[in-house]
């Protein structure tokens, strides 16, 4: 008997939970690579950014003041205050530093969100498809995730039918992941309708609202009249400013659940390092056209990328109006189709039905690569599917 089947029972709120398929998927493409084995990585949402020179200094500087100890639980009141600024600009409504607490990552902001909204058993609506670690974060905090087909629109009568008496929240993720889509204001409207009816939360997830094309159309779920108060924010700093591995994100909400929100993180993870939040002030004070130059290389992307797909037999890929994804419908079983790439073209994607039912018959591309191997990787399919 292995030591392994010796042990005592896992929790099933834990056990029953699936791995994560993005990160899955960095990880073989990591060993294969360790393995000699070349694969164009089009499967993780890390942009190819180099972190800022200004904000990599600014955690060097921090280090050696001596930033290396324990620092406020939500967040440097210095990082709080300036994300409260930059957020109320983007928004359009104003936030306060109290209403900010900081995590690491966006990924905890959407975990923070849910263990302080949910009791045992409550119902929280994800719009199918959407972000893999939804359902698994509902699962984790004692939650049950109820699943909603709105692959092209969001039908607010379906929506209003899956609500019933254990329904909490409603989590909405706009631009996003997989899509590339964008909430319009109107189906916004119609989910605050909603949750001022049944009382619900609303967790809006704008990680990649600094990647929107058309920044005209991009409406903040929480600018909407009676939002405010039901909203939990989470962002970070990860996709704008390639930082992914430096872990700074927050949640933005009404200062009373902060404050339960900082109990999580101070009885999990205390703080996130000072020295990291001095990096991120760094990244906060720099110019809006780094940020502007970042977003043309991923619209070049998109562009090419988007016209090449489409073009290909079987093939349908509209450009989206934000993130660096594309969602191509393709012929045939997309998990297929994803393992054909990767077997055949060493082409590494994730299946639409990763992200949930009304993801089948698509793939998730993303275009956070090189420039070289995107193009590497659109020449491997023209040969492919051309001959
Ligand atoms: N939300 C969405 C929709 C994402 O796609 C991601 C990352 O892929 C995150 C949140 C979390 O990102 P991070 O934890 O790096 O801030």
């Known amino acids: ?17 699936a791995p994560s398929a993005t990160v899955e998927m960095s990880e073989r493409i990591r060993q294969a690579q360790v393995a000699g084995r070349e694969i164009l990585p089009l499967a993780s949402g890390d942009p190819n950014l180099e972190t800022h020179p200004q904000i990599v200094a600014a955690a060097h500087r921090a280090m050696l003041a001596g930033e290396t100890h324990y620092g406020p639980a939500a967040g440097t009141p210095a990082l709080r205050a300036a994300i409260a600024r930059r957020l109320s600009g983007r928004a359009g409504i104003a936030y306060d530093a109290s209403e900010i607490l900081v995590t690491p990552g966006g990924k905890f902001a959407v975990f923070a969100a849910f263990m302080v909204a949910l009791e045992s058993g409550d119902e929280v609506l994800l719009l199918d498809p959407c972000w893999v670690s939804y359902g698994p974060g509902v699962r984790l905090a004692g939650g049950v995730p109820v699943r909603v087909p709105a692959l092209d629109r969001l039908d607010p009568g379906m929506l209003a039918a899956a609500v019933t008496p254990r329904t909490r929240m409603i989590v909405v993720n706009s631009p996003a992941n997989p899509t590339g889509r964008v909430f319009t204001r109107e189906e916004l409207a119609a989910l605050v309708a909603l949750a001022e009816r049944h009382d619900l939360w609303l967790l809006f997830d704008q990680v990649y609202a600094d990647l929107t094309y058309e920044p005209g159309a991009f409406a903040f779920l929480q600018a909407l009249p009676g939002a405010q108060g039901r ?27 902060v404050k339960a929100a900082l109990k999580v993180v101070q009885h999990s993870i205390y703080c996130v390092p000072p020295f990291l939040q001095a990096g991120a002030l760094a ?16 619209r070049r992307r998109r562009d090419r990328a988007a016209a090449v797909l489409d073009a ?20 045939g079983d997309d998990k297929a189709v994803a393992a054909e790439w990767l077997e055949r073209l060493a082409i590494a994607v994730l299946p ?11 793939l998730r591309i993303s275009l956070a690569c090189d420039d070289e191997v995107l193009e590497e990787a659109l020449r491997r399919l023209e040969r492919h599917y051309r001959g």
């Open 1 to 17: 008997m292995t030591a392994a089947a010796r042990m005592p029972r896992l929790a099933e709120r834990v056990a029953s939970v």
């Open 231 to 257: 909203c939990l924010v989470a962002d970070s700093l990860s996709k704008t400013y390639g930082m992914t591995g430096w872990r700074i994100g927050y949640l933005a909400a009404p200062e009373a659940a």
């Open 283 to 298: 990244a906060l004070a720099l110019p809006e056209f780094v940020i502007d130059g970042y977003r043309e290389r991923f």
């Open 312 to 331: 290909l037999p079987g093939f349908s890929c509209p450009r989206p109006p934000a993130s660096f994804y594309l969602f191509p419908k393709v012929p």
């Open 352 to 362: 639409g039905s990763a992200f949930g039912e009304a993801g089948r018959g698509h």
